[in-house]
T-cell receptor
Framework: AQSVTQLGSHVSVSEGALVLLRCNYS??????LFWYVQYPNQGLQLLLK??????LVKGINGFEAEFKKSETSFHLTKPSAHMSDAAEYFC????????????FGTGTRLQVTL | DAGVTQSPTHLIKTRGQQVTLRCSPK?????VSWYQQALGQGPQFIFQ???????QRGNFPDRFSGHQFPNYSSELNVNALLLGDSALYLC???????????FGPGTRLTVT
């Protein structure tokens, strides 16, 4: 079985500040990991994915995430927050070698202030 | 290239009724998954269809059923609606395997 835990249901940063959204996973086999973003009243958009290649993954809109096996973490970062980054962010995991059922975390709402 | 489309966008039903939601996958994708997202929660996996068969199922009762057509589009049916079924229902398409899923905009179901 697999699961993800997102620490912090709400994160607030100032515009231009570093964004750090935390995700820890639990998996019995090597996982594939994803970050999705959801804007109000919309579906989910894929930000980036880790599929056992490079441990530092770059995604869209300036986001990146680093897979750390020793810490079972896959935290999402962005050097400089923009007002348009305000949204709900979900970490998700699926297992390699299986059909692509995704298990999501509970989400982190990012607020960006002036 | 059209992405994943879902219909209808909003739906209001009464307890005990039945509802059908529809999904067309992204071009080239053969696998459709359905998720339920309750307010303030992450999406929960309902089931996945590939080659017109249910391949995986999450922890949802038999009231939730689905179908996949030869053109890969899919339907989600929910019988005997409960108030707790009120949620955003998301459809996602992908290729078969541990690949990224592309989500549609969802159908907002309200049960009164």
């Amino acid at each position: 079985a697999q699961s993800v835990t997102q620490l912090g249901s709400h994160v607030s940063v100032s515009e231009g500040a570093l964004v750090l959204l935390r995700c820890n996973y639990s998996s019995s086999v090597p996982p594939y990991l994803f970050w999705y973003v959801q804007y109000p009243n919309q579906g989910l958009q894929l930000l980036l994915k880790y599929t056992s290649a490079a441990t530092l993954v770059k995604g869209i809109n300036g986001f990146e995430a680093e897979f750390k096996k020793s810490e079972t973490s896959f935290h999402l970062t962005k050097p400089s927050a923009h007002m348009s980054d305000a949204a709900e962010y979900f970490c998700a995991v699926t297992l390699t070698g299986t059909a692509s059922k995704l298990t999501f975390g509970t989400g982190t709402r990012l607020q960006v202030t002036l | 290239d059209a992405g994943v489309t879902q219909s209808p966008t909003h739906l209001i039903k009464t307890r005990g009724q039945q509802v059908t939601l529809r999904c067309s996958p992204k071009s080239g994708h053969d696998t459709v998954s359905w998720y339920q997202q309750a307010l303030g929660q992450g999406p929960q996996f309902i089931f996945q269809y590939y080659e017109e068969e249910e391949r995986q199922r999450g922890n949802f009762p038999d009231r939730f059923s689905g179908h996949q057509f030869p053109n890969y589009s899919s339907e989600l049916n929910v019988n005997a609606l409960l108030l707790g079924d009120s949620a955003l229902y998301l459809c996602a398409s992908s290729l078969q395997g541990p690949y990224e899923q592309y989500f549609g905009p969802g159908t907002r179901l309200t049960v009164t």
